[in-house]
């Protein structure tokens, strides 16, 4: 019997700011959170859309001093914040060596691509070339870079791993961090995600045809246009229930269970159409949980064959009908802080209002969860990922 | 204790040519496969020596495929048929990859297109979506029609290791019954130009632990193993190559792109793996070591030897998969794994090419060019470190002495 996780920590940084709080404001307003983004001509097509779900100016100083933060990249500074935030609320010492043996776990989905960026145009430049490429920039743009600076800056000694499977990322994340803790490697686990938007892939994803045209994302609607790109970082503590309990931590939520499953009718860069099969592993994940699920807290960003796909998931998960559903992109955009927090959120019962169009599956408004809330990553490629996650005070 | 976790199958695409035979005989050979190559042009660049995998790129079906999902297709393809098991793999068998660039080389040619307005009617854009990390393993898991978890691992250099273990860990919890576990990556200008910009890079082949070692030579390739319980193994008849009996993971929380001095953050990992065999350093015969060749990594290195060693650091012996067929970065792990196994197996451990005398300051037993004969060998360490200071180790026996 494995022995269960509870989550004792939030550190959120993202379009509407820092902290959870934040976030539930955000949610609760149901308006989106994008922000004009700089055209560079060398990428962007001329008619392209120039808007992110964005950081807001944000004083980061709490979390990453500046001295500290100039040997980062600014995904590495968000991560870091957000890791150290998390730690905060979870009222768990910054310094690891005064902490239990701690895990990292993120998961990125482009990575420090600005800083990759950088190299590239060193390298391609006639008259700087290769010789001229920055070693800080090589060191901070492996897609590894954020965890290994998480680490350093938190003492984090334990097991330290970086996730890219896009969508089912974050999810993926949350599953190797309950993992760690059971399996006893470490005692706390910092798991979370993070992206940067810069103007490189913005225009990448905005020539993929992927992007919203209409300026708002809309999650399963039928009228959806493509998604809003974001950026941020999302991070949790987690830490065996028990030993958090001992310690007289807050326990925000309990993680019931974890899931993984792929479909390997997916392309490379698209999604498949084995709802069946992707339904069935979400149902193990949903028995093995063992409590009644109140609510979903759904990766569907505005994506038309993502969406398309994870509502039949979703209404094969639940051939008896559709829980209450919640979908963040729709305020927060894809990619960056992800799922987790508003997980969290969710679970403890969330305020949501999202607009009023008709969905495949229809979005929840008003007050959300308090029950077990399942949520969903199906990513692009065939990935997919599940979690059930309940508020501690039930009993089961 | 724990339940060691069988090894059925072996895949591999390397500087040495496609497939674990002709990867098997280059580490006999006592031979560099590091030299010249033509993946890209580096005449701007600092060193002009790498580990390409030779001919033409390995076929395979479907589009967007990357030099380093064909690699990863190629041993995946031969690791399964080398297990006796068929496609579709279905539910119960998951893949566990390590890719730390994926299809950036691809990227890199994109970039450059769009940034000089070349049109190439080649290059659109579902290919340069199909360029990131997760590719390589998601690649393997369609061709294979695996429907259990598939996960991308991008930690760096020990990205194809930490996938092994997370795979051994899927077993071990009975999410999975059969595993496929490797990692890919290809040579591009990225990494090139950034280890040169760090002048980790030796401008001859790699020569590691070697008093005149100048640094790392990069390389490209797929390792893959398959991976499954004893009891399932031994039920379907399956032949186990080798063991592996315990994995560890740890962080050096230190630098980015340098290990600890004392190699703490290693010998944790290390200490881990060996923890589970319940036998401890003593069992060890032989370390293939990470052995890129850098001083900072040799050296640590060494202090690791000697902790887990004490007066035995100096004579057990310590071989370097990288010597001959370079670093392949996130599929390095793997890859090493692959020959770790190979050695096991034939009784033989393969040798590091280099002409000159070991570092006094890092005495290693390092086996010669010439490899050593060794028929009753039964158990070896391979473990890697990574930028970010993460760190995977994993204990592996031979197959037939169980």
Request: with cysteine; charged share 20%; net charge neutral.
């Amino acid at each position: 019997m494995n022995p269960p996780v509870a989550v004792t920590g939030v550190g959120v940084l993202g379009p509407s700011g820092a902290g959870g709080e934040a976030l539930a404001a955000a949610l609760a307003e149901g308006r989106p959170l994008d922000r004009p983004l700089e055209r560079d001509a060398r990428y962007h097509h001329p008619r392209a859309r120039c808007r992110a779900a964005r950081l807001p100016e944000v004083d980061l100083d709490s979390w990453v001093h500046p001295r500290e933060g100039r040997r980062m990249s600014a995904l590495s500074r968000m991560a870091v914040a957000a890791a150290r935030m998390a730690l905060d609320d979870a009222g768990l010492p910054r310094d690891g060596a005064r902490r239990p043996p701690t895990a990292v776990v993120v998961a990125t989905v482009f990575g420090a691509s600005t800083f990759t960026e950088h190299i590239l145009l060193t390298v391609d430049d006639a008259d700087q070339g290769p010789e001229l490429v920055s070693p800080f920039h090589f060191t901070d743009c492996v897609a590894n870079a954020p965890a290994g600076q998480i680490a350093i800056a938190t003492g984090s000694k334990g097991p330290n791993t970086t996730y890219c499977q896009r969508e089912a990322g974050a999810l993926m994340a949350l599953h190797r961090g309950v993992r760690e803790l059971q399996s006893g490697r470490a005692r706390i686990a910092l798991v979370g995600s993070v992206d940067e938007m810069g103007p490189l892939v913005h225009a990448l994803l905005d020539r993929m045809g992927i992007l919203t045209r209409s300026g708002r994302a809309w999650p399963f609607a039928a009228g959806r246009d493509g998604l809003l790109a974001a950026e941020g970082a999302g991070f949790l503590v987690l830490e065996r229930e028990a030993e958090a309990r001992e310690r007289g931590a807050r326990v925000r939520a309990r993680i019931r269970a974890t899931g993984r499953a792929f479909d390997p009718s997916a392309t490379a860069i698209g999604w498949g159409r084995d709802a069946g099969g992707l339904a069935a592993a979400a149902r193990r994940v949903l028995d093995e949980a063992g409590v009644a699920v109140g609510g979903v807290v759904s990766g569907a960003s505005g994506s038309w064959p993502g969406d398309r796909l994870e509502a039949e998931v979703l209404h094969r998960t639940f051939p008896g009908g559709l829980p209450p559903v919640l979908a963040p992109a729709e305020v927060l955009g894809a990619y960056g802080s992800g799922l987790l927090a508003p997980l969290v959120l969710a679970a403890q019962g969330l305020e949501w209002s999202p607009a009023a169009v008709a969905r495949e599956v229809p979005l929840h408004r008003g007050r959300f969860g308090g029950e077990a809330v399942l949520a969903t990553g199906l990513a692009s490629g065939g990935a997919a990922a599940w979690a059930v996650v309940s508020p501690p005070h039930r009993v089961g | 204790m724990t339940e060691p976790i069988a090894v059925t199958g072996l895949g591999a695409v390397s500087a040495a040519g496609r497939g674990a035979g002709a990867f098997w005989r280059a580490l006999c050979s006592g031979e560099s496969a590091i030299g010249p190559f033509e993946v890209f042009d580096h005449r701007r660049h600092r060193t002009h020596v790498a580990a390409a995998v030779p001919g033409e790129v390995p076929a395979a079906e479907g589009p967007y495929l990357t030099r380093a999902d064909r690699f990863a297709l190629a041993a995946a393809a031969e690791a399964v048929a080398a297990a006796r098991r068929d496609a579709p793999l279905g539910p119960r068998t998951g893949v566990f990859f390590g890719s730390s660039t994926g299809g950036l080389l691809e990227s890199e040619e994109f970039f450059g297109d769009l940034l000089h307005r070349r049109e190439r009617r080649t290059l659109g854009m579902g290919r340069v979506a199909a360029q990131q990390a997760n590719g390589p393993g998601d690649a393997v898991a369609r061709r294979f029609g695996v429907q259990g978890p598939v996960e991308t691992v991008s930690s760096a250099c020990v990205s194809g290791t930490m996938a092994v273990v997370h795979a051994v860990e899927a077993l071990r919890s009975g999410e999975v019954d059969v595993a496929v576990a490797g990692g890919a990556d290809s040579l591009c200008r990225t990494t090139f130009a950034g280890f040169n910009a760090l002048r980790s890079v030796d401008a001859r082949p790699c020569r590691p632990f070697r008093a005149d070692r100048g640094g790392l030579s990069l390389g490209e390739g797929a390792g893959v193993v398959v991976l499954e319980d004893a009891g399932r193994a031994h039920r379907r008849g399956a032949t186990v190559l080798a063991w592996i009996e315990g994995v560890g993971t740890s962080c050096d929380a230190h630098h980015m792109s340098a290990p600890r001095p004392a190699g703490e953050g290693l010998l944790a990992a290390d200490r881990a793996a060996l923890g589970e065999t319940g036998r401890g350093a003593e069992g060890i015969d032989f370390v293939n070591a990470h052995g890129t060749g850098t001083r900072a990594n040799d050296h640590a290195e060494w202090a690791v030897m000697e902790a887990l060693f004490g007066d035995r650091a100096g004579s057990v012996p310590i071989t370097c998969t990288k010597g001959v067929v370079g670093h392949l970065l996130g599929a390095a792990g793997a890859l090493e794994l692959v020959a770790t196994v190979l050695c096991l197996r034939e009784g033989f451990v393969h040798g590091t090419p280099g002409t000159a005398p070991v570092d006094p300051d890092t005495p290693v037993a390092l086996v010669g060019p010439a490899g050593r004969a060794w028929p009753g060998v039964r158990r070896a360490l391979t473990h890697n470190l990574a930028f970010g200071g993460a760190n995977a180790a994993l204990v592996v026996s031979r197959g037939d002495g169980r």
